[in-house]
């Protein structure tokens, strides 16, 4: 499966329904995307099957500056606490 995605936007925030597999090669487009409809993202990701590393430190860095991750699943989300540990002790 591939990635989708659907925006809808209600003039303040914009929420991005990420559908499928994420992968790196997507990144280049959802950014695009993000810088298009900044500042107020929500990323709903109920519907996200995988996603890849790359994937995973791109949502991390985004939730930092503000982007909310809507039903994140789970595994992603535990994914990323463990990737942000790890940068922590390699700091």
Do not use: K, N
Request: aromatic residues 6%; negative net charge; glycine residues 6%.
């Amino acid at each position: 499966m591939t990635l989708r995605i659907e925006i809808a936007s209600d003039g303040e925030t914009a929420t991005f329904r990420l559908s499928g597999c994420i992968e790196e090669v997507h990144l280049g487009e959802l950014q695009a995307q993000v810088q298009r409809y900044r500042p107020r993202l929500v990323f709903d990701l109920a519907e996200t099957t995988l996603v890849d590393l790359a994937v995973v430190r791109f949502l991390a860095a985004h939730e930092v500056e503000g982007v909310e991750l809507l039903r994140c699943p789970r595994y992603i989300r535990e994914w990323i606490a463990q990737d942000r540990s790890q940068g922590t002790r390699r700091t």
